[in-house]
T-cell receptor, first 116, second 113 residues
Framework: AQSVTQPDIHITVSEGASLELRCNYS??????LFWYVQSPGQGLQLLLK??????LVQGIKGFEAEFKRSQSTFNLRKPSVHWSDAAEYFC??????????????FGAGTQVVVTP | ETGVTQTPRHLVMGMTNKKSLKCEQH?????MYWYKQSAKKPLELMFV???????ENNSVPSRFSPECPNSSHLFLHLHTLQPEDSALYLC????????????FGPGTRLTVT
């Protein structure tokens, strides 16, 4: 069975500093991997996705993520954080299947606080 | 704007009321989902519909009743809810049900009194 873990529940970062959010996944084959962001009281917005190919993927809002198969990680990064990046971030994994619906599973989320 | 809309955005209901949540997607997708998001808890998948057929019912109490009349619309009918059902209910859609990205609506904030 697939699983996804976000080890950090809460991260505080200064505005202008770099940010890295960790995501560990477990799946027997290459999964689909995603990062979403959720502002308070809002739905989830897709930041980026990885299906195959280049292991470094670029997303919206200046975010990027790197797929590392050997470490089973898909960490999200941003070189310089803006105050508007304060939100909750979710890593998700989707399983490609042909005989049933593709199980889509979310991590528990990482709350990011940005300080002046 | 993700192409997925939800109404109402906020709902307060008593435990004896009956209400419905509505979700509409304008993306031409074939799969739709209901999630429950409670404070301090992970997202909980409730139901999955693919081509208007329910393909997943994640042990959800019968007081929640989904309906998918066509591939663009998804409803969640609510009756005799409990206070612990208060949460943000999120609708999502995807091209198909094979694990690709999902697009979310803004959610309905439900309070059960």
């Amino acid at each position: 069975a697939q699983s996804v873990t976000q080890p950090d529940i809460h991260i505080t970062v200064s505005e202008g500093a770099s940010l890295e959010l960790r995501c560990n996944y477990s799946y027997g084959a290459t999964p689909y991997l995603f990062w979403y962001v959720q502002s308070p009281g809002q739905g989830l917005q897709l930041l980026l996705k990885y299906f195959s190919g280049d292991t470094l993927v670029q997303g919206i809002k200046g975010f990027e993520a790197e797929f590392k198969r050997s470490q089973s990680t898909f960490n999200l990064r941003k070189p310089s954080v803006h105050w508007s990046d304060a939100a909750e971030y979710f890593c998700a994994v989707g399983a490609l299947t042909t005989d049933s619906w593709g199980k889509f599973q979310f991590g528990a989320g990482t709350q990011v606080v940005v300080t002046p | 704007e993700t192409g997925v809309t939800q109404t109402p955005r906020h709902l307060v209901m008593g435990m004896t009321n009956k209400k419905s949540l509505k979700c509409e997607q304008h993306l031409g997708h074939n799969a739709m989902y209901w999630y429950k998001q409670s404070a301090k808890k992970p997202l909980e998948l409730m139901f999955v519909y693919s081509l208007e057929e329910r393909v997943e019912n994640n042990s959800v109490p019968s007081r929640f009743s989904p309906e998918c009349p066509n591939s663009s619309h998804l409803f969640l009918h609510l009756h005799t809810l409990q206070p612990e059902d208060s949460a943000l209910y999120l609708c999502a859609s995807s091209q198909d049900d094979k694990g690709g990205e999902q697009y979310f609506g803004p959610g309905t904030r439900l309070t059960v009194t």
